[in-house]
């Protein structure tokens, strides 16, 4: 399956075709299969409203739902201007297709290069997250297996890749599903106990507040990954901004309403898997594995939508087959697994930090040009401007916080 970039140059309008797929795509995409993709990418729905935001609000417990709502607003910056990109530009590119249109393909060229760093250092890095310290705390008995699932994890993410499209996007399409049904379930158990509608007042410190809600919204990031398949789904400019926009409120609602009733429960944001506590103490054993097993299986769903974005942007870029492109990755990344064993813990603290700078920097790019894409379209350019510092400052504040909190 070949996907065909449109061509363009230095910055000149793109061509792009809003009501058809790129062609030798294949069979069109649906909006429900793109809205699996989109929910899955969103951080994990299921590592975020039982993992990462409870954990992140923690000292501002006390205004966990002003944290989760603020940080659900602040994103709406970034998330405005991939929609505006992608209602002119639905490609294989992606962000790169975004950046070729509105700066030229040297741009794009070095948009694209910090972008694939950082995504192939995340595959490299994430599966030990998973196996050492989430798995762990929900099977202590798998510790003797860790190598075993260091291998195997990237094995079953390449097979799926490699068994086709169609069976991603259906695997995608049920960790979506399952996913935001626990969501659901940790949610309403929550609630049924204490859901304190004062957590949505300023209880917390000024200062606490402001981090976990900023902290909070960087989470959301991977949201730009289904851009990469616009070049593949049905009447693209649609279905790309419908399932972005729905995905988005969905995933965020979710970690919204599971996450504020835990301003009357701070013991849950310190454990291990918060999500996991609660069900724990309010379900029972069943469910706590269930939600602990489930989140990392959420963080490993993430992965397998990175794979699927990073075949496409690197079709796009070297305009290789997409086909020939996955096998390239599937052996680079299996290849490259047994090395992680030598140090699991010490690769991943070594490959956090450029990890996360490549990636700030790289949306940095995107969202810097922005003005220069609506003004070649004679659009408004306050309003570009404004949109365009906003989300500027949010990935400067990404790269602040990556340099001040995140070890080497």
């Not at 994430?126 to 008995?141: C, F, H, K």
């Amino acid at each position: 399956m070949s996907l065909v970039l449109t061509a363009r140059g230095g910055g000149a309008p793109g061509r792009a075709t809003p009501d058809r797929p790129t062609r030798d795509a294949g069979r069109p995409i649906g909006g429900w299969a793109f809205l699996g993709v989109t929910v899955t990418s969103l951080g994990g729905p299921l590592a975020l409203a039982a993992l990462y935001a409870p954990s992140i609000i923690a000292d501002a417990g006390a205004s966990a739902g002003l944290a989760t709502l603020t940080a659900a607003v602040v994103f709406g910056a970034p998330l405005l201007i991939w929609l505006r990109y992608s209602s002119e530009i639905t490609e294989a590119g992606g962000l790169y297709a975004f950046v070729e249109a509105a700066a030229g393909r040297r741009v794009a060229l070095l948009q694209a290069g910090l972008w694939i760093v950082s995504y192939l250092l995340y595959l490299l890095y994430t599966t030990a997250t998973i196996v050492y310290d989430t798995l762990p705390a929900v099977l202590p008995g798998v510790r003797p297996y860790r190598p075993v699932l260091e291998i195997a994890i990237p094995v079953a993410l390449a097979a799926v890749m490699l068994a086709g499209r169609v069976v991603t996007l259906a695997v995608t399409g049920l960790l979506a599903i399952g996913q935001m049904a626990l969501v659901g379930v940790l949610a309403a158990l929550a609630a049924s106990h204490h859901a304190p509608v004062s957590s949505f007042g300023v209880g917390a410190p000024t200062g606490a507040l402001a981090t976990a809600s900023g902290q909070t919204a960087l989470l959301y990031i991977c949201g730009s990954l289904p851009l990469f398949l616009g070049g593949e789904v049905a009447r693209p400019t649609r279905t790309v901004r419908r399932g972005l926009v729905g995905g988005y409120l969905l995933v965020a609602v979710g970690v919204i309403a599971a996450s504020f009733p835990l301003a009357a429960e701070p013991q849950f944001t310190r454990a291990p898997i918060p999500g996991m506590a609660l069900a724990q103490a309010y379900s029972g054993h069943s469910l706590a594995v269930t939600v602990g097993v489930g989140s990392a299986v959420s963080i490993a769903g993430v992965m397998l939508v990175e794979y699927l974005a990073l075949s496409r942007l690197l079709h796009a870029v070297s305009r290789r087959p997409v086909r020939s492109v996955i096998r390239v990755l599937a052996v680079a990344l299996v290849g490259t697994a047994p090395i992680t064993l030598l140090d699991p813990r010490g690769l991943y603290y070594d490959l956090l930090k450029p990890s996360l700078i490549a990636l700030w920097l790289s949306q940095l790019v995107v969202f810097a040009v922005y003005p220069r894409f609506v003004s070649q379209r004679s659009g408004r350019r306050v309003p570009a401007w404004s949109l365009a510092t906003v989300a500027s400052a949010f990935t400067i504040y990404g790269l602040v916080a990556t340099v001040q909190h995140v070890s080497s």
